[in-house]
């Protein structure tokens, strides 16, 4: 059997809970990896599915001797669960595992865990320690949008924009398709498998027409929902004729708007009616009203206008999902991602934290973090 370090088997458990990407939310990405008293690999496991087995269970399963698992080490990305959910006390099944110790990468804050879980094992005489620091961060970047979910109001949000090297997000005449790479567009049917919903701006919809639903082979064909930002609904006289409408549920179609007296017809698509701010409709009650009816993840996808207000609230936003093509389109008949906010001071400048950048064909995907997120 292979033998593996500590550092090693967390970093085994990291990759296995990205496996969950799309399944389980709003449960966390969870992985988990078990090395035997000789330092040998047994198994490792994730959660695949939400309402389905935990990480450590999934784990402890895979080990085919149970004999094997006295004074095994078991390494998690995030402390066992001590209550009895949709399935078992992991803690517990730890326990009775006779496991020798337990590395977890962070604590969860969820009120019915909240180190209870690691008190459980301690209280059994299992040895509990905290990962290194590195990999703790690593372990709160696979759980970041469970962990933001515990802890704010708004639904965890993220930023699409896939733009021209020179930030160019479409022609002035509506021209957008296609900027960025084959590759670039199948990331974002992956990165969209990951979110409540999708939100989108009046305007892409008059002029794109997009279907806004996931088609990845890792997920086959889905809808999640989809949010429209349109003050005065005036998209909805002709909602069925266009293709995000033809793809789902009515119920699905979420208008953001102005409409605070009762709509006629809604065609049975939703309407949540936000009060009006200086620049726009109110996104922070936009997004209080979508947290409340079930949306704890937005993958926003612009365009220009829609990207603005949510850039002149930047607290709003969590990521930023930046697709760069090998292109230049020039903003004399372009339209930029950042047109529609500005910055009066250089101290007032957003900056981005955690940034890291991956090829995609011709293409760059620079991904990061608002600072303070
Ligand atoms: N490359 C990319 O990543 C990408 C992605 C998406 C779209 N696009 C392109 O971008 C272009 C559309 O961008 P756009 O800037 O013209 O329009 P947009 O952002 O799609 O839509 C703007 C409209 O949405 C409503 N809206 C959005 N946020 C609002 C807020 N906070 N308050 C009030 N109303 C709000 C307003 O509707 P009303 O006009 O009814 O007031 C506004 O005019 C299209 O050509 C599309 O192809 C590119």
Redesign the pocket.
Known sequence: MRKVSSIEAMELAIEEGKKGWGNVAPNPLVGCSIVSSKGELLSVGYHRQFGGPHAEVVALNNVKDPESLIGAHVFVTLEPCAHQGKTGSCATALVDAKVGSVTYGVEDPNPLVAGLGLKRLQEAGILVQETTPELAKKCRDLAEMFLHGQTSKYPFVAL????SLDGV??LKS???RW?TSERSRIRVHYLRAQFDALL??????V??DPLLNIRHPDFGERSNRVVI????L?LLENIEKKRLFSSRNPKDVIFISAATKEVSDLKGCTNIAVPESQ???D?DSAMLALRKVGIESLFV???????G?FFRKPYLVNKLYL?VSGSILGMGNG?S?SE?FEIARLDKKIVLDNISCEGLDKDLLVTAKIQGK
């Open positions: 699409k924009i896939a733009s997000i479409a509506g021209e957008s900027i989108v701006g009046r305007k892409t919809v002029e794109d930002i349109d003050p005065e005036k620049n726009g409709l996104l996808e612009g365009g220009a206008y829609t990207l207000a697709f339209v991602w529609h």
